[in-house]
């Protein structure tokens, strides 16, 4: 079983739909939540990230954390065709000094059609 | 500052070359990691500079994979004799110190023949 599962997709949802991204974890140690969207052939770039348990709101994206489940969520309102990438949920348990690459999910591969 | 740098952007060769990367964080950022994304995969960590020093490898940085940070700044990641499992995106992020979030750059995309 790998660190964190996501699911691949594709996810294809009508433009203006919520979109629901979702990854679990196994290492309870983990607790910096990021995502990244990526554009194909293109660097990861944050989108959101949190800390610990609870949600965290940035214009149309919802972050959720839930450590007692292993398992964060990326909401996505009112969902446009420039959303259309692939989004990766990455974590780390980081402690401050130490050195600590992310963990990253595989990526779901989102698309918005009009 | 326009953000995480890399060139080149696109590199092919023949298996059994050396290649070189360079990539430039953004500026007063100390952290600098190196990372390597696979098709249909998330970046899987592979190196951590702490301002010139290496703290951190990746059991996936074999002997044929090298990285410096010289000064502190850019950084390079060569890959001697290199094979067509090495055919990858290699990205490069970097981080101020005590914050844990990364910002990467847009990655240098290597074909192996």
């Known amino acids: 079983q790998k660190e964190v599962e996501q699911d691949p997709g594709p996810l294809s949802v009508p433009e203006g739909a919520i979109v629901s991204l979702n990854c679990t974890y196994s290492?309870?140690?983990?607790?910096?939540f990021m995502w990244y969207r990526q554009y194909s052939r293109k660097g990861p770039e944050l989108l959101m990230y949190?800390?610990?348990?609870g949600n965290k709101e940035d214009g149309r994206f919802t972050a959720q954390v839930d450590k007692s489940s292993k398992y964060i969520s990326l909401f996505i309102r009112d969902s446009q065709p420039s959303d259309s990438a692939t989004y990766l949920c990455a974590m780390t348990s980081w402690s401050g000094g130490g050195a600590d690459g992310l963990t990253f999910g595989k990526g779901t591969h989102l698309i918005i059609h009009p | 500052d326009t953000g995480v740098s890399q060139n080149p952007r696109h590199k092919i060769t023949k298996r059994g070359q050396n290649v070189t990367f360079r990539c430039d964080p953004i500026s007063e950022h100390n952290r600098l990691y190196w990372y390597r994304q696979t098709l249909g995969q998330g970046p899987e960590f592979l190196t951590y500079?702490?301002?010139?020093?290496?703290?951190?490898k990746s059991r996936l940085l074999s002997d044929r994979f090298s990285a410096e940070r010289p000064k502190g700044s850019f950084s390079t990641l060569e890959i001697q004799r290199t094979e067509q499992g090495d055919s990858a995106m290699y990205l490069c992020?970097?981080?101020?110190?005590?914050?844990?979030?990364?910002?990467f750059g847009p990655g240098t995309r290597l074909l192996v023949l």
């Open positions: 500079f702490q301002n010139e020093a290496q703290l951190e």
């Open positions: 992020a970097s981080s101020p110190d005590n914050q844990e979030t990364q910002y």
């Open positions: 949190t800390y610990s348990s």
């Open positions: 290492n309870s140690a983990f607790q910096y």
